[in-house]
């Protein structure tokens, strides 16, 4: 037998395994209660929303914030990476969608974002 572990969407599960060969029962206890998590790191970079600006950065994909690559008071052109994200372990850029100024950048490099998500305005 063998006791893993395992964290599914913030619910930690201990597992026992028993390796009896094709078809052997598998038993799963209750679901645990989950370790606190550390309070999020405050955005180093983020501003009020009332600094924002008028158009939006949006994230394509879903991942991890890697590498911010503009900053506020930034001018930027269609097409500059404003910030980089991971997912599956490509770099994606993220880019202005139109000539403007940074007016805010609301995430901070290893947040987990989703597609769609607000990363950073412009004015």
């Known amino acids: ?3 893993y572990t395992i964290t599914v969407n913030g619910n930690v599960y201990d597992v ?3 390796e009896n060969g094709a078809g052997a029962p598998v038993q799963a206890a209750a679901p645990r209660a ?3 998590k550390a309070a999020p790191a405050a955005p180093k970079t983020a501003a009020p929303a009332a600094g924002a600006g008028s158009v939006e950065v949006k994230a394509g994909a879903a ?4 590498k911010i690559e503009a900053n506020v008071g930034q001018s930027v052109k269609r097409g500059d990476a ?3 994200i ?3 372990k490509m770099e994606i850029p993220v880019v202005a969608p139109e000539d403007g100024t940074v007016a805010s ?3 901070a ?3 987990a974002i989703e597609s769609g998500a607000v990363l950073a305005t412009l004015n």
Not at 63 to 66: A, I, Q, S
């Open 16 to 18: 026992t395994v028993e």
């Open 63 to 66: 991942g991890k914030v890697f």
């Open 109 to 111: 490099v290893g947040d």
């Open 34 to 36: 989950a370790a606190p």
């Open 86 to 88: 991971e997912a599956m």
């Open 1 to 3: 037998m063998k006791n």
């Open 82 to 84: 404003v910030v980089i």
């Open 105 to 107: 950048v609301n995430v």
